[in-house]
């Protein structure tokens, strides 16, 4: 199972000069839902949502979402390894959570995340 972030799911809609291999999405993927709602935000800060709306809703359509349960935010509010972001701290908790029942890989093109992860011996989708 791979947990995929915002930052994948951006280069693989934007046609970024990084994007994910093909044989990613053959993989399960999953995701909190923080990452519906960040991708729909930075697309419509940089005002593609009319060019790119189909993109982005395929793309997230592809996911299993995992719920901001009680658990996952419980584990937010503790400490991590290293300072992270609010919005990492959650989508780490959600990993933490999802793997307490199935082997998680963390898929993202974000450096502090990567840190993280790291630090939390989280394994990485090499991209």
């Known amino acids: 199972m791979t947990y995929i972030d915002t930052s994948v799911v951006l280069a693989h809609v934007l046609a970024e000069d990084r ?10 993927l999953v995701a909190s839902r923080l990452v519906d709602y960040e991708t729909w935000v930075r697309v419509h800060s940089k005002r593609l949502a009319e ?5 982005v ?4 359509g592809r996911l299993r979402y ?3 349960n009680d ?3 419980e ?3 503790q400490p991590f ?3 992270v972001r609010t919005l990492d701290a959650l989508h780490l ?16 093109y974000d450096a502090r995340m990567v840190q993280a992860a790291q630090a939390m011996e989280i394994p990485l989708v090499a991209l």
Do not use: G, K
């Open 51 to 55: 060019t790119h709306s189909d993109a």
């Open 57 to 60: 809703a395929a793309t997230l």
């Open 19 to 28: 994007r994910p291999p093909a044989s990613l999405w053959d993989d399960v």
């Open 75 to 77: 584990r937010a509010r």
């Open 81 to 83: 390894p290293i300072a």
């Open 71 to 73: 658990e996952v935010l």
């Open 93 to 108: 908790a959600t990993i933490v959570f999802l793997q307490s029942m199935a082997e998680v890989r963390l898929a993202t």
């Open 66 to 68: 995992a719920s901001l």
